[in-house]
């Protein structure tokens, strides 16, 4: 499984953006969670938000509860990742991974099997 991430940018403080993860290869991509993790300058990388097989079984950091929202699109092998009303400290790469199973700590980087690039998001105040 490949995975691209794309969709980063310059953007101002309370400002949006959309995040996008393309996942390529053989694989039935509605069986798999999908997570978004980032890292900032100095830190270490940390969880932003998973979801399982529909919109509705998501998990978030507390710290982007109610800012960000994460979805997917099955048929196009796509996740997604709405920030919104966005912070300089939401500055990071923010990397999308996958796992081919639904259950388990998807707030872990142990739950994941592949990551993408990653994608730069700087938000300036």
């Known amino acids: 499984v490949q995975l691209q991430a794309s969709g980063g940018g310059l953007v101002q403080a309370g400002g949006s953006l959309r995040l996008s993860c393309e996942a390529s290869g053989r694989t039935t991509f509605s069986a798999y969670t999908m997570g978004w993790f980032r890292q900032a300058p100095g830190k270490e990388r940390e969880f932003v938000a998973s979801?399982?097989?529909?919109?509705?079984?998501?998990v978030y950091a507390d710290s982007v509860k109610g800012r960000f929202t994460i979805s997917r699109d099955d048929a196009k092998k796509t996740m997604y990742l709405r920030l919104s009303s966005l912070k300089p400290e939401d500055t990071a790469v923010y990397y999308c991974?996958?796992?081919?199973?639904?259950?388990?700590?998807?707030?872990?980087?142990?739950?994941?099997?592949?990551w993408g690039q990653g994608t730069q998001v700087t938000v300036s105040s």
């Open positions: 979801i399982r097989w529909s919109d509705t079984d998501t």
């Open positions: 991974a996958t796992a081919p199973r639904q259950y388990g700590t998807t707030w872990s980087e142990k739950f994941y099997h592949y």
